[in-house]
Each structure stands twice: as structure tokens, then as C-alpha cells.
């Protein structure tokens, strides 16, 4: 099946290009308007995306007498081609990508990229602007000048600009005709010792074969391939291979609604988050990001196994402290630009069973190169006692709240889940000892958990033990194995959130006011997880036409961000969103017809 993307443009149709160390946006004229450099939660470069109405920021070519744009991935890949068509029927056609292959025997992925400029049909003039800033928005005014690098000094890193290119037609931004190739390789200011030319070339053949190599090897559902390919590379990007660090997402501070404030930095990781992205990707065959994301939660909770915060720095502690950056103005001017998050400094009791459940799959996967052992369990059952003794005490939730703390549904469920899989754990590798005490605990927290949480008078489990309100959040209790999906009080919680929780068609996370009143966009995760629970209980089809609704409104490059709004469909929130991705990959692969049913159909 091939899912149709939205016609119409949106303010959020970007690709994303990266290589797991660096990633940058790319809008539909071929303007970089995001990137930063060298890492992903760096000081960006080039940062017209919240800079408002400021011409600054950014990485363009001004095609004179441009009438047509067309741009996309090359298929099953990162690499994003654009072709700009002037009046003359001049055309020229942009490559950009970020270099990844191996390379003497090991990944090659620097913090680079690459930006290829031919000349296609007759003899488009142009001009190339580079305009970067640093210290979130402050324009770079210190450009030192090579023979064939620019130098833009300013704030803690020095981004050069290696090119083929005419260089003082960048500096002075001369228009001048494009009668050759030219390339603009953006990076570490390191000499760039072979020739450009030859060498952009031979990085993105080699970057195109290794997206097709990876592409190829994933285990993909019979239908909605192409979406759960995009989807995957997606995720890919979002990993940072140095430390094993999973994203939220690769912005900060596009707003979950027009003027709302609600305007976070995502490009940190959230260990609640990273399970899914892991989730969906083993669903796959892509094992290798799990096993990277397991060295990175080793390496955190070997050094403070009390405690776990939900959400770290893609290097392990360092700071997120939250701050405001005055000179940016915001995604289409909705401010303030936040950099750090306070969320780090919250208490969300289900991080413990989040990291029990990424780490699942180690026991039981016969392909993986080592496979999980009595070591890594101990190190999880430390995890597990936290759970154990914080099920039930109030907390932010998985929604962060900020000024209010409950005894959340999804965090007791979440901390019954580490419960629940140490004792199947233990049990594959023979600890009988250990797999009576979690099991048995598991059992324990099973029962409170459902009596706390069901309101007889709503039919449904709600968000908070005591309180009315309800949160979609719940519709994860079977999926998680708390209750199967034949269970009364499933079907009926999934019948009222769906009855109630529903926005012209979007299921809302919750309805009641937060901290920020109430909310105005829908949560794009709570619509794949309701769509989940749809299939589970018997309603597929209805499920299925949800599914396309929402692929539907995907950007231009079949990309989704946090939220949807329900009435205009347009995307909001930062982009893309992990959440969402991975919720395309795991609603794909539980309704899709079978390889074998679909051939037996044809």
C-alpha cells in the first residue's frame, strides 16, 4: 500500500539530513535553516528555523527568475535532492547530505555537510548566501578568509566552509551563472587535503550505498513500506552513535500550539522515549541502536544507581539547565527559544521501568552479537527496587507537568512492567530465586494499579489514581501486558477515551487545563497508540482508516512532528517528533496484511 502525503504545503515541511554524530534541515527551496554544529545539541550554525522575521541564520542559492521547485530524498535514503527551474527553463539541481560509510575499517561520520550545486539545463545564474550565527542567533561578522575555505569565528566552535566555489562571490554575495559543479562542504575547521570536487562526489556514491545497504536489511511490513523505510532513517538520525544517546528530537522550542509558550528543547534524551524509538526499531531487525542505547544507560546508571532523571544530555551529565536565547524570535516569531529543559530536574517514576524495557530484548534475541547476561540483570534489578518503591508516590508523569505532582497510572504501569520482565528475565537465565521475588512483586503492584486506577462511573482506568480525568496515556496498559485486550475494562477504557478524548477525529492527550491551560493541538503518539488499541480489541478497520488519515498529513518529506492541530491538520511541535516516527513503524507492523496473506489475495 502507498500512503499519499498532504498536498497543500505546511510551515514544518523540512527534511532532515544527518549521519548519527550531526543533522541539519533543509526547506523545500533548498535553504538549510537549521543546524547544529558539531553536535545535536550544539550552539546551532545556521538557525533561520526561530530566528522570526530575521533574514539570518542560514545557507541558500537565489536562482534569479525561479518558477518551480521540486525536491525530495533520494529513495531509502538521507540524502535530500532539490531542482530549481528558472523562467528560461534554466535548471540546477542541489544534493545535500551528510557524509556516512566505512571508512579504514571504521564508521566514518563527521560533523559535516555537504551541499553539491550542478548545473542541469541551460544557464541558471545564482547566488550563494552564507549567513551563520552563533550563540544562539548573534550573526557571525568574523569571516576569515582562505583560498578555498571561509572561516566563520564566533562562540565556542569555528564552523569552516571548504568550496570549490568562486570565494568571493559568497563573501560579497555576487550573482554570477553556474557553468560547472560546485560543492560547499560546511564542517570542522580542519584543511580539507583532497580535491573538493572529487571528493563530494565520492562521499555522497558512498553515503547512497550505505542508506540503500541499511534500508535493505530491514524487516518491513508488506504494506506502507516506503513510510516505514522514511520512518526508520528517521529514527537512525535521531541516534547519536558516539554515546548511544536517542533523541526526543533534533529542535528546540517549536511550539505545541500557536502562542502557547509551550515551547521545549528536545534534542536531549528521554529514556521513556528512547524505549519506543528501540521498540520500533527491533521490530525491524535493527538491533544496533539498541545495543548502543544499553552501553549509554549502562554507563549512567553504573555511576548514580540511586536515582535516575528522565532525561539526560547526549553526553552523559552533562548540564540541562534551562535558559531563554533573546536573539531569536521564534519559530514564525512564537517565543521564547528555550535551551536545556527543566524536565531533568523532575521526578517521573516511570524512567525505571523504561530502562528495564529497552534492555528486554538482550535476553531474548539469538542475533544479537552478546546477548544480555547476569551482569547487565543485576544492573536492572537496581532499577527495579527503585520501581518497587515508587509505584505509587506522586510524581511529574510522562507529561511533565510542572507544577502539580499525582500518583500517575502510566508510571505505576511502568514500574510494574521492570517488575514484570525481571521476573521473565531471571527465569531465561535460571535464577529461580529471583524470578519468584520479582514475579510476585509484579503481582502485587498488578492488583493496586487496577483498583486505584478504574472509575467505575467514567468505565475507564484515568490518568491518576483518584482523579476523573482521563489521559490516553492508558491505552498502553495492554500493549505493556497489564491487562489483555479482551479484558472488559480495556475495551471499555478504550471505547470512553476514544468517545471522549476525541477532537474532530484526533484523540487528545488529555482535555483538562495544565500548567499552560488547556490544550489546543493533539499529541501525535496518543493517535498511534489509540489506533494500537483499536486493532487489539477488534476494530482494524477502523483503526486502519485512522492510520491513513494521519500519514496523510505527514510534511512534504513524510515527516511528522509532536502534535497535529485537529482543526487545520497543520503540524506543530518540534520535528520530528521520535514519538511519532516510531508510532508510524509500530502501527504499520500491527496492521499490515502478512507478506504471505497479501501474496495469497493478489
Known amino acids: 500500500m502507498i500512503a499519499e502525503r498532504q498536498t497543500r504545503t505546511q510551515n514544518l515541511d523540512l527534511a532532515l539530513i544527518g549521519n548519527s554524530s550531526t543533522a541539519a534541515f533543509v526547506d523545500h527551496n533548498a535553504r538549510i535553516v537549521w543546524w547544529c554544529f558539531p553536535r545535536f545539541d550544539s550552539d546551532p550554525v545556521f538557525s533561520r528555523l526561530l530566528a522570526g522575521d530575521e533574514e539570518k541564520g542560514f545557507c541558500d542559492v537565489v536562482l534569479a527568475g525561479l518558477v518551480e521547485t521540486q525536491s525530495d530524498y533520494l529513495r531509502n535514503t538521507a540524502i535530500v535532492e532539490t531542482v530549481l527551474t528558472d523562467a528560461e527553463g534554466g535548471k540546477l539541481r542541489i544534493t545535500d547530505f551528510a557524509p556516512r560509510f566505512e571508512r579504514f575499517e571504521r564508521g566514518f561520520r563527521p560533523p559535516q555537510i555537504i551541499r553539491r550545486i550542478e548545473p542541469v539545463a541551460g544557464l541558471p545564474r545564482i547566488t550563494l548566501r552564507v549567513r551563520p550565527t552563533h550563540n544562539y542567533g548573534r550573526p557571525a561578522t568574523n569571516a576569515v578568509v582562505g583560498s578555498n575555505h571561509i572561516r566563520y569565528v564566533g562562540g565556542a566552535q569555528v564552523m569552516r566552509l571548504t568550496t570549490d566555489a568562486p570565494i568571493s562571490y559568497i563573501v560579497s554575495e555576487i550573482s554570477f551563472p553556474l557553468t560547472r559543479p560546485i560543492s560547499l562542504i560546511f564542517g570542522q575547521d580542519d584543511p580539507f587535503l583532497s580535491a573538493i570536487d572529487t571528493t563530494s562526489r565520492e562521499f555522497l556514491d558512498r553515503t547512497c550505498d550505505h542508506w540503500l545497504d541499511w534500508s535493505r536489511n530491514l524487516a518491513v511490513p508488506f504494506e506502507w513500506q516506503s513510510v516505514v523505510i522514511r520512518s526508520a532513517i528517521t529514527l537512525k538520525l535521531s541516534s547519536f552513535m558516539e554515546t548511544g544517546a536517542i533523541i526526543a528530537a533534533h529542535t528546540t522550542s517549536i511550539p505545541e500550539a500557536p502562542s502557547s509558550t509551550r515551547n521545549w528543547d528536545y534534542r536531549y534524551c528521554w529514556l521513556r522515549d528512547a524505549y519506543f524509538v528501540v521498540d520500533a526499531l527491533n521490530r525491524l531487525g535493527a538491533t544496533q541502536t539498541m545495543e548502543s542505547y544499553i552501553h549509554y544507560i549502562t554507563t549512567i546508571a553504573a555511576t548514580n544507581p540511586k536515582t535516575m532523571q528522565p532525561v539526560h544530555g547526549i553526553v552523559p551529565f552533562s548540564s540541562l539547565e534551562e535558559t531563554v536565547a533573546p536573539d531569536l524570535k521564534g519559530f514564525l516569531g512564537h517565543g521564547p527559544v528555550r535551551v536545556g529543559n527543566q524536565a531533568a530536574l523532575q521526578t517521573q517514576n516511570d524512567v525505571y521501568g523504561s530502562v528495564v524495557l529497552a534492555a528486554t530484548q538482550m535476553f531474548v534475541d539469538e542475533r544479537l552479537t552478546k546477548m544480555g547476561d547476569e551482569s547487565l540483570f543485576r544492573m536492572l534489578e537496581r532499577q527495579g527496587e527503585r520501581a518497587l518503591a515508587l509505584a505509587f508516590e506522586p510524581d511529574a508523569g510522562l507529561w511533565e507537568y510542572r507544577t502539580r505532582a499525582r500518583a500517575h497510572t502510566y508510571s505505576a504501569t511502568l514500574c510494574w512492567a521492570a517488575c514484570d520482565r525481571l521476573g521473565r528475565i531471571a527465569a531465561r537465565l535460571n535464577l529461580g530465586d529471583r524470578a519468584a521475588y520479582w514475579s510476585t512483586r509484579a503481582g502485587g503492584l498488578r492488583d493496586r494499579i487496577l483498583l486505584e486506577a478504574w472509575d467505575e462511573k467514567q468505565g475507564a482506568l484515568t490518568g491518576a489514581f483518584g482523579e476523573p480525568a482521563l489521559d490516553a496515556s492508558v491505552l498502553l496498559v495492554s500493549e505493556l501486558g497489564l491487562l489483555p485486550p479482551t479484558d472488559p475494562r480495556f475495551v471499555k477504557t478504550c471505547e470512553t477515551i476514544g468517545r471522549e478524548l476525541t477532537r ?67 503540524l506543530w511541535g518540534n520535528l520530528p517528533q521520535t514519538y511519532s516516527m516510531a508510532g508510524i513503524i509500530k502501527t504499520a507492523t500491527r496492521l499490515s496484511s502478512s507478506w504471505e496473506d497479501a501474496w495469497a489475495h493478489v
Open 504 to 570: 474532530n477525529g484526533r484523540i487528545m492527550r488529555y482535555t483538562v487545563p495544565d500548567d499552560f491551560g488547556a490544550p489546543e493541538t493533539a499529541f501525535l503518539a496518543c493517535n498511534f497508540w489509540y489506533m494500537d488499541a483499536l486493532g487489539q480489541i477488534g476494530r482494524k478497520a477502523e483503526a486502519r482508516e485512522h492510520f491513513e488519515a494521519i500519514l496523510a498529513n505527514r510534511n512534504a518529506y513524510g515527516l511528522l512532528s509532536e502534535d497535529i492541530h485537529p482543526e487545520t491538520g497543520e
